[in-house]
């Protein structure tokens, strides 16, 4: 048993510096999308990415159902969109999770694109990892593309959203 904590890790976590997407997934016509920070490439050869589902998530059972998942890279103008799809609870923010009043197009794999993303990656599950209260869901790249525009990433750090600097 840990020596510390759930707050403790947490805010001991919070002080890693990282990037936020919005992971969507369609599983028929039920479209989804929430904000995750827990996503990384783990391969280059194959091309394999990963994220950590919460249980909790309403996304958790689509992706498992779907088998695919789509992780849309967030620039810096883009934290209310972070924001507004990190809640859950009343209709109205179940309704943002269902991706109703965002731009989006469907990529190969049928997940959505959101329009506006830095970058996005298409994938398609190839193995599932059980891990405390997440699912680790590691997915083979089917697409992948950038935004031509030099915006700069939304950060997340200490539980608040940011930017770089734009000293470099």
């Given at each position: 048993m840990p020596g510390i904590t759930p707050d403790e890790f947490r805010r001991v976590m919070g002080r890693f510096a990282?990037?936020?997407a919005i992971v969507t997934t369609r599983a028929g016509d039920d479209v989804h999308g929430t904000t995750m920070s827990a996503v990384c490439s783990?391969?280059?050869?194959?091309?394999?990415?990963?994220?950590?589902?919460?249980?909790?998530?309403d996304i958790h059972a689509l992706i498992r159902q779907s088998s695919v998942?789509?992780?849309n890279v967030l620039h810096e103008g883009q934290a209310d969109l972070a924001n507004e799809l990190s809640?859950?609870?009343?209709?109205?923010?179940?309704?943002?999770?269902?991706?109703?009043?965002?731009?989006?197009?469907?990529?190969?794999?049928?997940?959505?694109l959101l329009e506006d993303n830095l970058a996005h990656v298409e994938c398609r599950v190839e193995n599932i990892i059980e891990a405390g209260d997440h699912t680790i869901?590691?997915?083979?790249?089917?697409?992948?593309?950038?935004?031509?525009?030099?915006?700069?990433?939304?950060?997340?750090?200490?539980?608040q959203y940011g930017s770089l600097s734009r000293d470099r």
């Amino acid at each position: 048993m840990p020596g510390i904590t759930p707050d403790e890790f947490r805010r001991v976590m919070g002080r890693f510096a990282t990037g936020v997407a919005i992971v969507t997934t369609r599983a028929g016509d039920d479209v989804h999308g929430t904000t995750m920070s827990a996503v990384c490439s783990v391969s280059l050869q194959p091309q394999l990415v990963l994220v950590c589902v919460d249980h909790e998530s309403d996304i958790h059972a689509l992706i498992r159902q779907s088998s695919v998942f789509a992780v849309n890279v967030l620039h810096e103008g883009q934290a209310d969109l972070a924001n507004e799809l990190s809640h859950k609870g009343t209709p109205e923010q179940q309704a943002a999770h269902r991706l109703e009043n965002l731009l989006h197009q469907n990529g190969e794999t049928g997940a959505p694109l959101l329009e506006d993303n830095l970058a996005h990656v298409e994938c398609r599950v190839e193995n599932i990892i059980e891990a405390g209260d997440h699912t680790i869901y590691v997915g083979s790249v089917v697409a992948a593309g950038a935004s031509p525009h030099a915006d700069r990433p939304l950060l997340h750090y200490e539980g608040q959203y940011g930017s770089l600097s734009r000293d470099r």
